[in-house]
């Protein structure tokens, strides 16, 4: 089983829509959470990081929930502009056992058409 | 310099031939990190570093080898490339502060077709 899994999707959505994408994650030990943004063809950038408390930045909300081991981001309102690949870091632990390596998943794909 | 970059931005290379990629920061972070991008399989770490002077093996080390003389550098190495070495390459870098891991910045990639 993959360190960090993600639905690849391609969720399609209507402008305005709202849209929740999960992340699951196997090392009950890890530490920091991230939602990171990938357009075609360009690295990736942070969105957001994931606080055990929750987040909101404008339109967008991120959940952590140890207990099942996931992570969560929701968009509200959706803009053309927000398609894009979508991908949950978790940091965990290396092979040889160092700390604080970060996995990523494989993304969700996001297209939000007029 | 501002930020993270990557040098060359795309490469076409004969199978057998030895490859570096080049990585440079100038934001003085600590860590650093490599990545391998292919279609269905996201991001895979090669090798990373923590601080210069130390390196580590990634999830899909074979193949590679990394050295971290400085701060600011971070080749990354194909001995003798083959055709599955072909992806998008991307160095990353972060500032772990006491152990904790903090948003990474990304280089703009490398696009590298080993024929």
């Known amino acids: 089983r993959k360190e960090v899994e993600q639905d690849p999707g391609p969720f399609n959505v209507p402008e305005g829509a709202t849209v929740a994408f999960n992340c699951t994650y196997s090392?009950?030990?890890?530490?920091?959470f991230f939602w990171y943004r990938q357009d075609c063809r360009k690295e990736p950038k942070l969105l957001m990081s994931?606080?055990?408390s929750g987040n909101e930045d404008g339109r967008f909300t991120a959940q952590l929930n140890r207990a099942s081991q996931y992570i969560s981001l929701l968009i509200r309102d959706s803009k053309l502009s927000d398609s894009a690949t979508y991908l949950c870091?978790?940091?965990?632990?290396?092979?040889?056992?160092?700390?604080?390596?970060?996995?990523f998943g494989r993304g969700t794909s996001l297209i939000v058409h007029p | 310099i501002a930020g993270i970059t990557q040098a060359p931005t795309s490469q076409i290379l004969a199978a057998g031939r030895r490859m570096t990629l080049r990585c440079t920061q100038d934001?003085?972070?600590?860590?650093m990190y490599w990545y391998r991008q292919d279609l269905g399989l996201g991001l895979r770490l090669i090798h990373y570093?923590?601080?210069?002077?130390?390196?580590g093996k990634g999830e899909v080390p074979d193949g590679y080898s990394v050295s971290r003389a400085n701060t600011d550098d971070f080749p990354l190495t194909l001995a003798s490339a083959v055709p599955s070495q072909t992806s998008v390459y991307f160095c990353?870098?972060?500032?772990?502060?006491?152990?904790?891991?903090?948003?990474?910045?990304f280089g703009p990639g490398t696009r590298l077709t080993v024929l």
């Open positions: 990353a870098s972060s500032d772990l502060e006491r152990g904790s891991y903090n948003e990474q910045f």
């Open positions: 090392n009950s030990a890890s530490q920091s």
């Open positions: 994931v606080y055990s």
């Open positions: 870091v978790v940091s965990g632990s290396s092979a040889s056992g160092g700390s604080y390596i970060p996995t």
């Open positions: 934001m003085r972070h600590n860590a």
């Open positions: 570093s923590n601080t210069a002077g130390t390196t």
